[in-house]
């Protein structure tokens, strides 16, 4: 009987015990893991600006959800992005969670991404920031970063000091700004020249962009129905690359990001071409600094000089193929649906959020600048993600050649035409 019992007892306790751990496995899996187990993702981007920030958000959800790790990879600033993610790729070394600018991008990558359609945050993106990432199935296939915009931005106290009473809005104005900041011995312009995206993409974006309807001049320059050569925008884009190069800071072909950035943020110059992304590290280098954005003018007609271009600057993708893409899935819709997800948007990361459950706080002067271009909607398209693949990098090259002497701008127009046709 004694033995009967013992026997009944070791069984009962065996049984207990597999149910503990069973729940410690489910709860486990739970957060994130598998059967307990821990969980690593791989996510690669492009922001050094917010590099910092991004890992100590990533802390917190790990902090939160301790089976799961995310190992974060920034490739940015100078460096190639979209170069380093293809070879990523061709090495086998997939990240689970990655950047895509979304229109020719999205197609060039489009196999590879998980389709996000049904996910909870979807409902609260702004419409602007569905376009980049939806197909023509109106399938989507990316959560918006955020919205940017860019622009020369301006230091005012260097400005009144100059003499100059009232942001320049028109080309001419942008002109005798430059002048009167020359004259009080203030370097008007920060010029990152040594960047291919700086001028390849942001600074070539602006005759693109106030095209009378930049999609269908696009597509014309695809079908071979409009020409680069001889379109009168491009030709007043030389009104403000000629004028940034006449007044710009020292060996501006030699110049990269985090040297144009420091230039302006220590007062060493007056204007930078740049976006609010520059925001944190401006502040960092100059807490008191007073600044604003103005436009990059090329004509003196102001309706349509006087506009900012505004974005999806890129968009957070998840490789369909990870074997870990539920929980790819659940840190997106933390990041911006948790209340500390939605803190480092704004506060940590000075964001503009491209969702309407995200309110917009804690910006700074530019952030604030761009909202305000959007309400008057005083903006212009980002065009860049329809051009064809390589063809920024192509066309910055040639704009370097041209700020060295080496093409007439006659040449340049001709290259970035032949560029197009190369590739298109």
Not at 64 to 79: F, M, Q, R, W, Y
Request: hydrophobic share 40%.
């Amino acid at each position: 009987m004694k033995r009967k019992l013992l026997l009944l007892t070791m069984v009962l306790f065996l049984a207990i015990l597999g149910a503990c751990s069973d729940k410690e496995k489910t709860d486990g899996k739970g957060d994130g893991g598998t059967d307990g187990e821990t969980v690593t993702l791989n996510m690669m981007q492009f922001k050094v600006e917010i590099a910092d920030q991004l890992q100590a958000m990533i802390d917190e959800y790990e902090n939160e959800h301790p089976n799961i790790k995310i190992k974060l990879e920034t490739v940015g600033g100078g460096a190639d992005y979209g170069a380093a993610l293809k070879a990523k790729f061709a090495s086998g070394d997939e990240p689970d969670i990655f950047n895509n600018g979304g229109f020719k991008e999205l197609e060039l990558w489009k196999e590879r991404l998980a389709d996000l359609s049904d996910e909870p945050w979807v409902e609260h993106v702004l419409p602007i920031g569905k376009v980049p990432m939806t197909d023509t199935d109106g399938k989507l296939y990316g959560m918006p970063v955020n919205l940017e915009g860019y622009g020369f931005v301006y230091n005012k106290d260097l400005f009144e000091k100059a003499g100059i009473k009232e942001a320049p809005t028109t080309f001419s104005e942008l002109k005798e700004a430059a002048e009167k900041l020359e004259a009080a011995g203030i370097t008007p312009f920060s010029a990152g020249y040594g960047e291919w995206w700086v001028i390849g993409q942001h600074l070539l974006n602006i005759p693109f962009a106030q095209q009378d309807d930049p999609v269908k001049f696009i597509e014309g320059l695809y079908d071979g129905t409009e020409k680069i050569v001889g379109n009168q925008h491009f030709e007043d884009f030389k009104n403000v690359l000629d004028l940034e190069l006449k007044y710009a800071n020292d060996n501006p072909l030699t110049t990269d990001y985090n040297t144009q950035v420091t230039l302006f943020g220590s007062g060493e110059t007056a204007m930078l071409q740049q976006g609010n992304w520059t925001e944190n590290m401006i502040y960092e280098i100059n807490p008191e600094i007073n600044m604003g954005f103005l436009p990059i003018a090329m004509t003196d007609d102001e309706a349509a000089a006087n506009r900012l271009p505004v974005g999806v600057p890129n968009n957070w993708v998840l490789n369909k193929n990870s074997k870990h893409l539920q929980e790819a899935k659940d840190f997106l819709n933390w990041m911006v649906s948790s209340e500390t997800g939605k803190r480092f948007i704004t506060e940590e990361f000075a964001f503009i959020p491209a969702f309407d459950n995200i309110e917009p706080k804690g910006l700074g002067d530019l952030g604030l600048s761009i909202l305000e271009y959007s309400k008057e909607e005083k903006t212009i398209p980002w065009t860049w993600f329809r051009w064809p693949d390589g063809a920024n990098m192509e066309k910055a090259a040639a704009i370097q050649e041209y700020a060295a002497g080496k093409i007439d701008y006659d040449e340049l127009l001709a290259r970035f035409q032949e560029t197009w046709d190369n590739l298109k």
